[in-house]
């Protein structure tokens, strides 16, 4: 359905194509003009948020078929880098950002790294173990983090000598890091760089015999997912004010792992819908909030059993339970031989 | 003529069964090189070893003047040496165009900020794919099929492909692992010219196949295992002559019983 | 020197609890050829099975261990049918993603049924200590110990000498030979994956008898420490596992007395990322679990 969409659209002539592209940019740019509600605006944000972070999960999940769960240590290191730096050291926040991606992205790959000559099993447990380190060390290292507290307060970023402190103007904010990350994540996947990425997933040992340096493009694909969480946590920080360890719960990392898997690991714009899915039905489910969990495990199972290549994922694809195909498969090696 | 691929005493042992037991070989530039043997006398092995996939239990190779040994398969590929599986690994869900792509990995180098703003390394790099890619394709006939997903293609389509890959790379040595397997006597035949054709335009060509016939009218040097040993290594004259080879194919008995026929 | 003995009795009475994590854990691996991530939260569902037991049946620690090892292997069919039966010849992330899914499911649905506080567990035997030359030894280790041994040599027995533990090691290593050779894999596999689970809810009870406490969410941790010991034994080889267990036992409670409790959880962390730089395919005969 999205092929003959796209195909339609590409049809349009060209200045119908530039004003439907303007039109909806303005209106996306005015959306907080018009609703005013800051619970409205609230939700949007964290669509927005979780627009990069599962999108950048994604990137790692979908595009090189290793498998991280623990997204949210990753998301967690860069939103205490910037509340650490701003309430405790006075930073800028704009300063902060760049330290608190590169900084995410350095942790990621030293965690990751004995994993990347291993089957993907490994770096899911290790990333797994990580999320929950992280939260440990940010629980008990009272001295930077706060521990059980937390930290407070974390000063509001500046913009043009404006603070920047409702939701609404938050909105901008993580908008232009969500775009951001789906424009340039596009331009890598189209390069050598995600060709090469993609050639690992979809058979390692062919890629190798072309000379795809295995392990440096599985670091590079690692710490450019971690980069992107650690940004995100980064503008976080301010939005929430406040950070404590319980944030960063290996629930959250299951929620962020949710949203890609419902939206389609391995395409652009299927975190971008699971983060849709994902955190309306958060709202839907608030009256049940203890059972969010639940649907969203329901959900996941579901998914596998139905669609494993989630809403969006294209049926002919690496993602896809291609039962069709299933004796090519086999001869291809890309799959477990038949069992049963 | 130089020496290219030059294998000393290559043994490799999994547990207690020794796949290949100390083989020595040599590939000269220029040539088309075929290994035979036997199901299971360790020419995928060797071909395995050859290219990085398994580490040698004893022995050494050299390619082009440099080690092989403790080398990764990709370091291996980057020092000039392709090659396709015999069970056809291409990027099934890729369009062919795009598993050329590919192949261009060692040739270009746009690095993560050059993709990203787009670069003049990465638009030259992109064109350079492109139109070299496009070339590769047509010198194989497979222009008309280079938006096709690769996993729809016919077996010797495939085939063609993973060779079409492989010849991205620019490779000074290509190893064909039973390229002919699955196809028909015709398409056998056109491969053949093919490869021929190939090692006339300056490529160097190691091949593992099971039709002699294919072997002794394209190969002109030919390296005969058997339960991983070498029998016996020579022109295709040479190698139909030896007894060991005849022995290793045919069978004594059967051996005896041609001889009596001819008698 | 008594603290560095009692600290040393310590370590391998939880290692012990490890180790049989781990054999259950690589038990699962070694038969589907897939890996779980529920293992933790069946761990856990065994410590409220037993508990429940405990306060039906009374505090008999064998009852409990039947208990928990039945409720945990229907758990085990139950995952089993979910995450593993469809999925056996699909890409292995699949399975994976599902065993993640299902083990959300347990692990919140256990927090709204049973409320998500810690609760504390039926003390099964007097505070008793028994003298064995400098060594000082609770009942309740004695026991621990004796329950994890025997079922370790039991296990070891049923897969040398029985004959579904015979058919189940040939599946192990190959599952196409072992369906050419007239073995119902399937069969197989459920079996195998109840024996894995029901250790695990064994695992589950003992741990939870040990720390006198269990609760909803202890499952994460404990899934990962099972993981961590099984690597050892390259996920597939059961009786490095139950090595890997022993070991990470001890490490882990000498390093609790350096550092302190609130780190327990960092030490396995730390043992499976240094076995993974020294030792990536762990000590198994076929190499650890293949791609």
Not at chain 1, 59 to 69: E, L
Not at chain 1, 289 to 294: E, K, P, W
Not at chain 2, 199 to 216: P, Q
Not at chain 3, 130 to 139: A, E, H, N
Request: proline share 3%.
């Amino acid at each position: 359905m999205t092929q003959t969409l796209k195909a339609w659209f590409s049809d349009l002539p060209k200045a119908v194509r530039i004003l439907i592209f303007g039109l909806g940019a303005v209106i996306i740019l005015l959306i907080p003009r018009f609703l005013t509600s800051s619970y409205i605006m609230g939700i949007i944000c964290r669509i927005l948020l979780y627009i990069t972070l599962a999108g950048s999960l994604n990137v790692i999940n979908g595009y090189t078929g290793q498998f991280s769960i623990g997204h949210a240590g990753f998301f967690a290191v860069g939103c205490y880098t910037t509340a650490i730096l701003s309430s405790n050291y006075a930073w800028d926040f704009w300063f902060t950002l760049p330290i608190a991606g590169i900084l995410t992205a350095i942790i990621g790959l030293l965690v990751a790294l004995p994993t990347f000559r291993m089957t993907g099993i490994y770096l899911s447990i290790v990333t797994l173990g990580f999320s929950e380190i992280i939260r440990l060390i940010a629980l008990n290292w009272t001295g930077l983090t706060g521990g059980p507290l937390g930290i407070k307060g974390i000063p509001a970023p500046q913009f043009l000598g404006m603070n920047i402190r409702r939701a609404g103007d938050y909105y901008y904010i993580f908008l232009l890091f969500a775009v951001l990350f789906l424009l340039v994540t596009n331009r890598v996947l189209k390069s050598r760089i995600g060709r090469a990425w993609i050639s690992i997933r979809e058979d390692q040992q062919a890629a190798q015999s072309l000379g795809v340096e295995l392990v440096k493009y599985k670091a590079m694909n690692f710490a450019y997912g971690a980069f992107w969480a650690g940004l995100a946590g980064a503008i976080y920080a301010p939005y929430i004010n406040y950070v404590d360890s319980n944030t960063f719960t290996l629930d959250e990392g299951f929620n962020i792992l949710s949203m890609a898997i419902i939206g389609g690991m391995g395409t652009l714009g299927g975190p971008v819908l699971g983060s849709f899915v994902v955190n309306i039905l958060n709202e839907l489910l608030r009256p049940v909030s203890a059972y969010r969990l639940v649907v969203y495990g329901l959900l996941i199972v579901v998914m596998m059993w139905i669609r494993p290549q989630g809403i969006i994922g294209a049926s002919d694809s690496m993602l896809a339970d291609d039962r069709t195909g299933a004796d090519l498969l086999e001869r291809l090696g890309l799959k477990k031989r038949r069992t049963a | 003529m130089s020496q290219l691929l030059v294998a000393n005493n290559v043994s490799k042992h999994f547990g207690g069964l020794k796949a290949v037991d100390n083989v020595d070989m040599i590939i000269n530039e220029g040539d088309i090189f075929g290994i035979i043997g036997p199901n299971g006398a360790g020419k995928t092995t060797f071909f395995n070893i050859c290219s990085g996939v398994y580490k040698p239990t004893t022995g050494e190779i050299t390619f082009d003047g440099h080690s092989l040994v403790g080398q990764k398969p990709e370091q291996i590929a980057r020092l000039g040496m392709a090659r396709t599986f015999q069970n056809i690994r291409l990027f099934k869900y890729m369009s062919v165009l795009e598993n050329v792509f590919i192949g261009f990995q060692t040739k270009t180098r746009t690095g993560l900020a050059d993709a990203i703003l787009h670069t003049a390394a990465y638009k030259s790099d992109e064109q350079l794919i492109r139109e070299e890619g496009l070339k590769v394709l047509d010198s194989l006939g497979l222009l008309p099929f280079k938006d096709t997903k690769a996993g729809n293609l016919s077996y010797g389509m495939q085939r063609k492909v993973e060779i079409a890959r492989a010849l991205a790379l620019g490779p000074k040595l290509l190893l064909l692992d039973e390229p002919a397997a699955g196809m028909n006597q015709l398409e056998k035949q056109e491969l053949m010219h093919f490869v021929i054709d190939l090692n006339k335009r300056g490529y160097t060509i190691a091949l593992i196949e099971h039709d002699m016939r294919f072997v002794m009218n394209s190969c002109n040097r030919i390296l005969v295992l058997n339960f991983g040993q070498k029998i016996c290594e020579g022109t295709p004259e040479e190698v139909r002559e030896d007894k060991g080879v005849n022995e290793a194919y045919f069978g004594k008995g059967l051996l005896v019983g041609r001889k009596g026929a001819a008698a | 020197m008594d603290y560095a003995i009692s600290i040393l009795v310590n370590g391998i009475v939880q290692g012990s609890i490890y180790a049989l994590m781990a054999l259950g854990y690589s038990v699962i691996v070694g038969i589907t050829g897939l890996v779980t991530f529920t293992h933790g939260e069946v761990m856990m569902m065994g410590a409220f099975a037993s508990f429940y037991v405990f306060e039906l049946f009374g505090s008999n620690i064998l009852i409990g261990a039947i208990g928990s090892f039945i409720v945990c292997g229907i758990l085990g069919i139950i995952i089993y049918k979910v995450c593993y039966e469809r999925f056996l010849d699909a890409p292995r992330h699949i399975a994976l993603i599902c065993t993640i899914g299902a083990s959300m499911i347990i692990k919140n649905m256990a927090q709204i049924v049973f409320g998500p506080n810690q609760k504390p567990m039926f003390g099964i035997f007097e505070n008793q200590l028994i003298k064995i030359g400098p060594v000082q030894l609770s009942v309740l280790q004695l026991v621990i110990l004796a329950i994890v041994v025997i079922l370790a040599l039991g296990l070891s027995l049923f897969f040398s000498k029985s004959k579904y533990g015979i058919s189940m090691r040939a599946v192990s290593q190959d599952k196409t030979a072992a369906s050419l050779m007239g073995l119902n894999v399937n069969a197989n596999a459920l079996l195998g994956n109840v024996i894995g689970c029901g250790l695990a809810g064994i695992a589950g009870m003992l741990i939870s008898v040990y720390y006198q406490a269990f609760q909803a969410t202890m499952g994460g941790p404990l899934g990962m420490k099972a993981f961590s010991a099984s690597v050892l034994g390259g996920l597939t080889d059961s009786r490095f596992a139950a090595l890997g267990g022993l070991f990470l036992g001890l490490i882990e409670n000498f390093g609790i007395a350096v550092s302190s409790a609130s780190f327990r959880d960092i030490f396995a962390f730390i043992f499976l990322i240094l076995i993974l730089i020294f030792k990536p395919q762990g000590f198994s005969k076929k190499g650890g679990i293949k791609l």
